[in-house]
Nanobody, 121 residues
Framework: QVQLVESGGGLVQAGGSLRLSCATS????????MGWFRQAPGKEREFVAG????????YYADSVKGRFTISRDNAKNTVYLQMNSLKPEDTAVYYC??????????????WGQGTQVTVSA
């Protein structure tokens, strides 16, 4: 069983930055691709960013390209999401997710509980 715990959310003004962290348990972190998703009120959950198990490849939603950066530290079993130039439309609950294999394939196998990010205008 893999447990994911997000942290780092909060309230920030537009143009500001936040860094989300996702600490994971389990012995296979280095063999799991990881992703960040978000869900705004009244909207479906959407993909934000993903990273392969080795960290060699990253992927981003068009809406966050150039502003968000996903990274991972396999020695610490942690994945990060650096969010810069935040906009009010980035307001959402952000979820960390672990995929079943080394690539971002299919749907994630495990989810965190989510952390709220609120961006004020």
């Amino acid at each position: 069983q893999v447990q994911l715990v997000e942290s780092g959310g909060g309230l920030v003004q537009a143009g500001g930055s936040l860094r989300l962290s996702c600490a994971t348990s389990g012995r296979t972190f280095s063999r799991n691709a990881m992703g960040w998703f978000r869900q705004a009120p009244g909207k479906e959950r959407e993909f934000v960013a993903g990273i392969t198990s080795s960290g060699g490849s990253t992927y981003y939603a068009d809406s966050v390209k150039g502003r968000f950066t996903i990274s991972r530290d396999n020695a610490k079993n942690t994945v990060y999401l650096q969010m810069n130039s935040l906009k009010p439309e980035d307001t959402a609950v952000y979820y960390c997710a672990a995929f079943g294999g080394i690539l971002l394939s299919g749907v994630p196998s495990y989810w965190g509980q989510g952390t709220q990010v609120t961006v004020s205008a």
